[in-house]
């Protein structure tokens, strides 16, 4: 693996590459409150197959794109960066995958930029239709999202995750994520201005259009202990994909499913990423 800066008209992002140059290029979008590190299991597992994997620290969590106002944190901006991301590193066409808030802005860009991508894989965050669907008709939905809204407090919210050694910030991940992968995103998030950057995603407003159906070839993974997001959301999301599309659960694991079950992810987005595209020697 080696640190990667990517320079964009919106700044510069930091990111971890791995695998030959010439390799089928991935994009992977790490979530909240993380950051490139939570895919170090599948930067190595598609890297050892050929891939040309690329993971950015997105907007916010690099310190090279920060900015103050929550406004420049929408979907819209967050979808840019993407493009941006890729038209510097030269990928033409990409494969993209997304977790928690990543694959949010996965499942926009595969609507904006369909041409861009070669496929879709998005981890435990429903297609935001189907959120939307289920915020309206499901309870359980509803309630699991009540987080949401309290985190728009600022500086409250802040102010309490990092009190006590990051005490609430730290059990966010339930024992799921590996202990020096929580002191790292704690490391991260104690910053200035960074957990206020991260929380700016919440912030932002409601998105500016309505979001569509995905026409790309789509992987979606979802577990079944996870507590932002419920069944009804989770099986609603293949009616919003009109292209080839896989629904996956997992059993037993919570939301941090790329920490947490490393191996099922990998096995399930390399059989993804080879049922769909060319060769690995393609970009």
Do not use: C
Request: aromatic share 8%; glycine share 10%.
């Amino acid at each position: 693996m080696a640190e990667l800066s990517i320079s964009t008209a919106a700044g510069v992002f930091d990111a971890t590459a791995a695998g030959p140059p010439g390799g089928r290029p991935v994009l992977l979008l790490h979530g909240f409150p993380q950051t490139r590190l939570a895919w170090e299991r599948q930067i190595t597992a598609l890297a050892a197959q050929g891939y040309r994997v690329v993971a950015p620290d997105q907007r916010g969590y690099s310190p090279g794109v920060r900015p103050e106002r929550a406004e420049d944190y929408r979907i819209t901006t967050l979808v840019d960066d993407v493009v941006a991301i890729a038209q510097e590193l030269g990928w033409a066409t990409f494969d993209l995958v997304g977790h928690d808030w990543g694959g949010a802005v996965a499942w926009w860009t595969a609507d904006a930029h369909p041409a861009l991508l070669r496929t879709l894989t998005v981890v435990s965050t429903p297609h935001p239709g189907a959120l939307a669907g289920a915020l309206r008709t499901d309870e359980d939905q509803r309630a699991r999202s009540l987080y949401m809204r309290d985190w728009r407090q600022a500086p409250e919210t802040e102010n309490d995750m990092l009190a006590h050694d990051a005490e609430k910030l730290r059990g966010l991940y339930g024992g799921a994520v590996p202990q020096a992968g929580v002191d790292a995103y704690v490391r991260h998030m104690s910053r200035p201005g960074a957990l206020t950057a991260a929380l700016n995603w919440y912030r932002s407003g409601r998105p500016e259009r309505a979001i569509g159906t995905v026409d790309v070839p789509t992987l979606y993974v979802w577990s079944t202990e996870d507590i932002s997001f419920g069944p009804v959301a989770a099986r609603e999301t293949g009616q919003w994909v009109k292209g080839p599309y896989r629904f996956e659960t997992v059993e037993g694991i919570s939301h941090w499913i790329p920490e947490e079950a490393p191996e099922t992810l990998n096995r399930l987005l390399l059989e993804h990423l080879r049922a769909h595209g060319e060769g690995h020697g393609t970009p």
